[in-house]
């Protein structure tokens, strides 16, 4: 079963609800989304593989770790994605970055992908999916398949703001993915918006409408 974890930190609740607000404008609500990011990518990687090396400082040599496991990558699912992806850099400037867009087909009304491209070796990387908003899971949980059908195994799901039938879909279908949220709110309404949520994700990154 996909383990859930919550980020409860006072800077990350903080922030979210400053973008939260209706009031709060595009370039502020694109910097904030960007610094969350960052702090939630300091706590997913948390349990990261270290090896022990020794290094020379200018006074002596010592034992230090430095990360020895998978290499990380990360995919932005199109396109509200793409505002997590400069935060997450920041603190893993050496992760590759794939891109995977879907879009709903209306007859079918069945996720279609339109879009991925992925490092060449992603099979072997520890892959981080972004995802602001996790609503029906519906889109979370194609990317994942979508991207499992490329060999790629080991990813980790993090969005800003989940509603529980997002997160009861990622883990019916893919228990080996682990979720990491800033909130969990409450319910999804009529039109498939989080609530309380904060709106569109994608149009007030973008400033679309
Ligand atoms: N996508 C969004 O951007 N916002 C929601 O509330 C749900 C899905």
């Not at 893919?174 to 009529?190: C, K, Q, R």
């Amino acid at each position: 079963m996909s383990k859930v974890v919550v980020f409860d930190h006072p800077l990350i609740q903080h922030k979210l609800s400053i973008m939260r607000d209706k009031n709060t404008g595009t370039k502020e609500f694109r910097e904030l989304l960007s610094e969350i990011a960052m702090l939630m990518v300091f706590e997913v990687t948390r349990d990261l593989e270290t090896k022990e090396i020794d290094v020379e400082t200018p006074i002596t040599t010592c034992k230090c770790r430095v990360l020895s496991g998978k290499k990380l990558g990360i995919v932005p699912i199109l396109r509200a994605g793409l505002g997590m992806v400069d935060g997450v850099i920041n603190l893993v400037p050496a992760a590759r970055v794939g891109h995977i867009g879907l879009y709903r087909d209306p007859k079918t009304l069945e996720p279609v992908e339109y879009y991925c491209k992925l490092p060449e070796d992603s099979e072997n990387r520890e892959l981080l999916i972004l995802d602001p908003m996790l609503a029906t899971g519906g889109s979370a949980s194609a990317a994942i398949s979508f991207i499992k059908q490329r060999g790629c195994h080991h990813m980790r799901l993090v969005n800003l703001i989940a509603a529980p039938e997002g997160i009861a879909r990622i883990q019916k279908d893919h228990p080996d993915v682990d979720i990491y949220v800033a909130a969990l709110d409450d319910h999804l309404n009529d039109h498939g918006y989080i609530v309380p949520g904060l709106g569109d994700a994608g149009d007030r990154l973008f400033g679309t409408k």
